[in-house]
Nanobody
Framework: QLVESGGGLVQPGGSLRLSCALS????????IGWFRQAPGKEREGVSCISNGDPSPYYTDSLKDRFTISRDNVKNIVDLQMNSLKPEDTAVYYC?????????????????????WGQGTQVTVSS
């Protein structure tokens, strides 16, 4: 089971830190991806991290503002989002797949990401 937290309302230029908690499984064996879906748009990949990949992945347009990290002891993956823009407004989801991130940026989202959280709303507005 995955549970996201940390969403909310923030002004442009502000920061938020999202957390994704994995329960009932060992995070060591899973890749965790962060995805987002804005109203009227398809779900898109934001970032992905796993023990099986050499480094985290980011979608190019976000890599300078977003940072993903994982704590295998606490079974948590965080997404630090800085310099937020109104276009970052979306529901943010984390999802798990076994071992590696693979085609994490595929559209539509790869069915290998079989476990999803309920999502957390991020709204960037003044």
């Amino acid at each position: 089971q995955l549970v996201e937290s940390g969403g909310g309302l923030v002004q442009p230029g502000g920061s938020l830190r999202l957390s994704c908690a994995l329960s009932g499984a060992n995070l060591d064996y899973y890749a965790i991806g962060w995805f987002r879906q804005a109203p009227g748009k398809e779900r898109e990949g934001v970032s992905c991290i796993s023990n099986g990949d050499p480094s985290p992945y980011y979608t190019d347009s976000l890599k300078d503002r977003f940072t993903i990290s994982r704590d295998n002891v606490k079974n948590i993956v965080d997404l630090q989002m800085n310099s937020l823009k109104p276009e970052d407004t979306a529901v943010y989801y984390c999802a798990a797949r076994f071992a590696i991130c693979g085609r994490w940026e595929a559209s539509p989202v790869s069915p290998a990401f079989g476990t999803w959280g309920q999502g957390t709303q991020v709204t960037v507005s003044s």
